[in-house]
């Protein structure tokens, strides 16, 4: 049963990239998103904000079309004090009804597409796949250490998703990461600990050794198959 939804329910970002998202943000000026003229105040914008949040985890979620005008009436209607136009377990039920369908087509969807790419990757050349499904290419091999699954890492890398789409990469920002194997996305825990140091793979990681059915942020969807190029370039601090 999925509990009710609440605006900050709904603002939820989803979860965190992994660790190495979060370290070594490119170190450039942000410059201030231009406000476009129709809000007139801070109340407008931020009206305008938890609006396209909103829409966008719904969206995120599976959702592939909503009744932006009752969604507004509501809110409307809330905020007013007007009489609600429907019984609190009618809410409660129409929300649940309505996302266990969406996200059931969402799943069946992304799964699809992945499914179908780690079929056919699975049998190219080159490509070793382990008892998990973790799936990984060595670009270039080396005869180095091997970290363990505790032990901190310096890696370069890229991440993209099966469209191409590149969601993250050290190598944009200039500079390598560091990190705790354990505290990264279980594909990255595996298949770092089969590289020796000095080694170039490429990972193909299944959704369910990445970031699941929740995606990461709003660059990385439910059910994603990850592509990572990463280079061990150290073990330890």
């Known amino acids: 049963m999925i509990k009710p939804l609440t605006i900050i329910g709904l603002m ?16 450039t000026i942000q410059q201030p998103a231009k406000t476009i003229s129709m809000f007139e105040n801070k109340i407008d914008t931020a009206s305008y904000a938890f609006g396209l949040s909103m ?17 507004a009436q509501a809110i409307e209607d809330y905020f007013s004090d007007k009489p609600i136009r429907i019984k609190e377990g009618d809410e409660y039920q129409a929300i649940s009804e309505v996302l266990t369908a969406a996200g059931e087509e ?29 799936q990984y290419e060595i670009i270039r091999d080396a005869e180095g250490a091997k970290p ?6 310096t890696v370069h890398y890229k991440g993209a998703l099966l469209s191409g789409k590149v969601f993250d990469s050290s190598y944009d920002r200039g500079e390598p990461i ?4 354990n505290r990264v996305i279980q594909g990255w825990q595996e298949g770092l600990q089969l590289m020796p140091v000095g080694s170039y793979y490429r990972f193909y990681i299944p959704y369910e050794l990445g970031y699941g059915e929740r995606g990461a942020g709003n660059d ?18």
């Open 178 to 181: 560091s990190f705790e194997l």
């Open 106 to 134: 969402l799943k069946k969807e992304q799964t699809a597409t992945g499914d179908t790419f780690l079929a056919e990757n699975k049998a190219k050349e080159g490509i070793h796949t382990t008892a998990s499904g973790l």
């Open 55 to 71: 829409a966008r985890d719904l969206k995120k979620r599976g959702l592939k079309n909503l009744n932006g005008k009752l969604v």
């Open 220 to 237: 990385i969807p439910p059910y994603s198959v990850l592509v990572f190029d990463v280079e061990l370039l150290k073990i330890g601090g």
């Open 12 to 27: 939820a970002l989803g979860t965190l990239p992994s660790l190495a998202q979060q370290k070594n943000k490119p170190k």
């Open 148 to 153: 363990g699954e505790t032990d901190s890492v």
